[in-house]
Every structure is written in C-alpha cells, then in structure tokens.
C-alpha cells in the first residue's frame, strides 16, 4: 500500500509550485526547512490522498515521515489524525517518537493540537514542559500548539506557563506561536490576556506581542506596544 500512496502523490506533482513552496517553507542553506524537499501538492490534495489510506498501518506511515518528502511526512501525520479517534495512546505514543520527522511550521500545526493536544486534555501534561525545553526548534513549537486544544476547552494554565517559558526564546517562529496561542486566549477571555500582556508586554519580542494584540481594540495596543 506505500508504493500505491507513494505513487498517487508523484501524480500530483507541481514542479513549478514545488520551487515556491520551497522558498516559502525556507528551505535554503541556514534556513529553518534547510534540506525540505517539495513535491509541489496543495493541502486540501493531501487530505484526499490521507482520507483514501486511512487506515495505512503505522510501519508504512512510518516509511513515509522518514521521507525526503515534505509532502510525504504531512500526509502521513494527517493519516494519524483521521486514526486518533480509534486508538489515541499508539497515535500520541508514535507522534511523540517521531518528532524528529515533524520539522516544519505546516508539519506541527496541522497535526498537534489534533493528537498531542487531545490525547493530554485530561491527562499529566509535563511532557510539554520537557519540549519546551528542547534545543530542537520543532519540539518547542509542538509544546505551545498543542496547548490550543487546552484554550478551545477554556484552559488557559498550560498555555500561560509555556508562554512564559518561551518568553525568550530566540526564534521567530515560536515569538508567532505563543503570540498565537495567547491571542486565542483573548478571544475566549479578553481578561486573561491582558493580565499576561500587563506582566511581560515590556520584555516580549515585538513579534509575540503584536501577534497576541491583534485582536484588541486601537488603543489597547497602542498601549502595550509602548516599551
């Protein structure tokens, strides 16, 4: 069945959308996706193929996040979601052995909140504490995203902390998805936000600040975007 999935991607080949997914995803030599190889496959496209090999056993699904691919890896992970549902401690168990294959922005917050987020709504949640520790970029961003499953559920404890883990980290990436993550804060209770916002707004990076203000009224953030 993975030479059958394999070929359907190949199918769905885009040269041409390939070269911008690349420069899009950072892909270049110091670059954050440095190495990632695109097939030039649209997401929505990648859903179909996924849905079609739902139930994909975990050795080929494990064939495809070794993948040079990038496409690959995502259908993959996508595979994982649409089999969450029926046996969610092997998906968590097998997410969190591949982090290592889960290595760019799309790859963490299409799938985490979906598996890691899930599976710890009701569960001990220090491994994030772990991740968000990690030397490894991707790790630290599946720690916040996984978080967004606890804010829908109107807990905001987890998230709060890991913000404040992450407060200096020194990646953009994870400045846009704490700011991300406090920004859905917002949303559910305003409140809560600025009571982070009134406590750290003067030592976030500008990113991570400006992503958490978005959705508040003018004068608010012109308030704590003064330092």
Request: glycine residues 4%.
């Given at each position: 069945?993975?030479?059958?999935?394999?070929?359907?991607?190949?199918?769905?080949?885009?040269?041409?959308?390939?070269?911008?997914?690349?420069?899009?995803f950072k892909t270049g030599p110091g670059e954050y996706g440095e190495g990632d190889i695109f097939l030039g496959i649209v997401v929505?496209?990648?859903?179909?193929?996924?849905?079609?090999?739902?139930?994909?056993?975990?050795?080929?699904?494990?064939?495809?996040?070794?993948?040079?691919?990038?496409?690959?890896?995502?259908?993959?992970?996508?595979?994982?979601?649409?089999?969450?549902?029926?046996?969610?401690?092997?998906?968590?168990?097998?997410?969190?052995?591949?982090?290592?294959?889960?290595?760019?922005?799309?790859?963490?917050?299409?799938?985490?909140?979906?598996?890691?987020?899930?599976?710890?709504?009701?569960?001990?949640?220090?491994?994030?504490?772990?991740?968000?520790?990690?030397?490894?970029?991707?790790?630290?961003?599946?720690?916040?995203?996984?978080?967004?499953?606890?804010?829908?559920?109107?807990?905001?404890?987890?998230?709060?902390?890991?913000?404040?883990?992450?407060?200096?980290?020194?990646?953009?990436?994870?400045?846009?998805?704490?700011?991300?993550?406090?920004?859905?804060?917002?949303?559910?209770?305003?409140?809560?936000?600025?009571?982070?916002?009134?406590?750290?707004?003067?030592?976030?990076?500008?990113?991570?600040?400006?992503?958490?203000?978005?959705?508040?009224?003018?004068?608010?953030?012109?308030?704590?975007?003064?330092?």
């Amino acid at each position: 069945m993975i030479a059958n999935i394999q070929k359907d991607l190949d199918k769905l080949r885009n040269p041409k959308k390939a070269k911008i997914l690349q420069r899009f995803f950072k892909t270049g030599p110091g670059e954050y996706g440095e190495g990632d190889i695109f097939l030039g496959i649209v997401v929505p496209e990648q859903r179909k193929i996924a849905k079609k090999y739902k139930d994909l056993g975990l050795k080929d699904i494990q064939e495809l996040l070794n993948s040079k691919y990038h496409e690959h890896r995502l259908t993959g992970l996508i595979i994982l979601t649409y089999q969450y549902k029926n046996k969610p401690k092997e998906v968590y168990d097998f997410y969190i052995k591949n982090t290592k294959n889960i290595n760019n922005w799309d790859l963490v917050d299409v799938t985490t909140p979906n598996i890691v987020g899930e599976y710890l709504l009701n569960k001990d949640r220090s491994i994030l504490y772990k991740l968000a520790k990690s030397k490894d970029l991707w790790e630290r961003r599946i720690s916040i995203l996984a978080t967004f499953t606890f804010i829908r559920n109107s807990d905001f404890k987890d998230s709060i902390n890991l913000a404040e883990i992450l407060l200096q980290d020194k990646h953009d990436l994870i400045h846009k998805a704490v700011g991300w993550m406090l920004r859905e804060i917002g949303k559910k209770d305003q409140k809560a936000l600025e009571t982070f916002l009134d406590k750290h707004h003067k030592i976030m990076p500008r990113t991570m600040l400006r992503y958490s203000i978005e959705r508040l009224e003018k004068s608010k953030r012109k308030f704590y975007m003064k330092k």
